[in-house]
């Protein structure tokens, strides 16, 4: 089965104004290059209204990086869903490995937030990823699987959510798993969803993430239930991320 890749970018805490010019160079590649692939850049909270007025109608989508469960109320410095989606994003990243490290987020509260987006209709990313010691001991598969069965919620279908691996080891950090590693990990979430969603599992786009660069990208991407990448720092660089979408 084909599907078709997203390669996302994740701006994390990083840009400001002047970016949305960037954001608009990356639109204008899109439009002069034939990209097989689903293109959107998350950039932090306050950019996401200027961004999504300045490429609308192109081939590019806005995301979000984080939201609250809750549409409203006395949550002082969050941002809801319904106000993500009112400033244009299409999509929100949920359970970054920086979110439930530095901030406890557990599977449950990510299932939630997955849950929020998708009552709105926007796309919910759910990461999911190891530490280095779990890495170590060779836990990886228990871990992602977990996370995968307690992070995604019954409504989730291959249309409105997409699953990252991220090994928390390698965000960052210039290094990747081996090729084998990845292969054996994205297979066994792609024998979990199938166990979750027997009709439609094997439709889902799961992305690798951590430490995806222009030099790597290529060789990532052609690995068997890659379906894509959400890429970090490299997004931040036309030069970088255009090569990545190069390589798809």
Known sequence: MSIRPAIIGNWKMNGSGKDVKLVCRFADFLDKQKIAADVMICPPSTLIDRMGEAIKGLKIKIGA??????????????????????????????????????????????????QAVIGQGLQAIICLGETRQQFNKGQTLQVVGRQLRESLPSTATPQNTLIAYEPVWAIGSGRTPKPADIIRTHAHLRKTLLKLHPKSGAKFKILYGGSVSAANAADILALENVNG?????ASLSFRDFTTILKSI
């Open 229 to 233: 990448a959400l890429v970090g720092g």
């Open 65 to 114: 990086q984080n939201c609250h469960i809750e549409p409203s109320g006395a949550f002082t410095g969050d941002v809801s869903v319904p106000m993500l989606k009112d400033a244009g994003a299409k999509a929100v990243i949920v359970g970054h490995s920086e979110r439930r490290t530095e901030y406890g987020e557990t599977d449950k509260q990510v299932c939630q937030k997955a």
